[in-house]
């Protein structure tokens, strides 16, 4: 299986400030079509996972655009430029080339 | 709008059974991969099954290979999940999510989620 690992896996944040969260792959995610199949999710407490970014870069609709993903291979990243207040939440990096595996979460908290 | 609508959880006893649906609304389901992806309290995420539009292939995460079954109904717009041999580790909240087939990608949409509870 390809192992998802991403740091930190708690993220503490001044409003208003950057915020950058790293998944690295086991594996390289680019698959035989071209394609890496590298998502971000974010869950709001007591809420279900919503898509925030899908390959690797492309925000989803309706996603602020604070929000950006970028990486190649086996490197990841997905940034918020300001964080604001309902960005509270764990964060969640999916690959889609091998099978399907998820990171462990991110905490985001306001400090 | 599209929804997802998951039901059927609740409390089973190891090794009992139980059958989750997933309603789907607003998208043509016919021609978008399902999925089951599950989250036990607590803990992280993990996929549980994929399921092709014409059901002509399913797949399955190797901790539910042989005891979960997964269909669906395109004509009744549903999906479902037949949970048998239930083991405690299978406890977590169960979550209907769809790919996209316009950007062949996965989990552009997910349901509100149903709680399965395996517990003597």
């Known amino acids: 299986d390809v192992v998802m690992t991403q740091s930190p896996l708690s993220l503490p944040v001044t409003l208003g400030q950057p915020a950058s969260i790293s998944c690295r792959s086991s594996q390289s995610l680019v698959n035989s079509d071209g394609n890496t199949y590298l998502n971000w999710f974010q869950q709001r407490p007591g809420q279900s996972p919503r898509r925030l970014i899908y390959?690797?870069?492309n925000r989803d609709s309706g996603v602020p655009d604070r929000f950006s993903g970028s990486g190649s291979g086996t490197d990841f990243t997905l940034k918020i430029s300001r964080v604001e207040a309902e960005d509270v939440g764990v964060y969640y990096c999916?690959?889609?080339?091998?099978?399907?595996?998820f990171g462990q979460g991110t905490r985001l908290e306001i400090k | 709008e599209v929804q997802l609508v998951e039901s059927g959880g609740g409390l089973v006893k190891p090794g009992g059974s139980l059958r989750l649906s997933c309603a789907a609304s607003g998208f043509t389901f016919s021609t978008h991969t399902m999925n089951w992806v599950r989250q036990a309290p607590g803990k992280g995420l993990e996929w549980v099954s994929s399921?092709?539009?014409?059901?002509?292939?399913?797949y399955y995460a190797d901790s539910v290979k042989g005891r979960f079954t997964l269909s669906r109904d395109n004509a009744k717009n549903s999906l479902y999940l037949q949970m048998n041999s239930l083991r405690a580790e299978d406890t977590a909240v169960y979550y209907c999510?769809?790919?996209?087939?316009?950007?062949?990608?996965?989990?552009?949409?997910w349901g509100q989620g149903t709680l399965v509870t395996v517990s003597s």
């Open positions: 999510t769809r790919d996209s087939y316009t950007t062949l990608s996965h989990f552009d949409y």
């Open positions: 399921i092709i539009g014409s059901s002509s292939s399913v």
């Open positions: 999916m690959q889609g080339t091998h099978w399907i595996t």
């Open positions: 390959k690797v870069s």
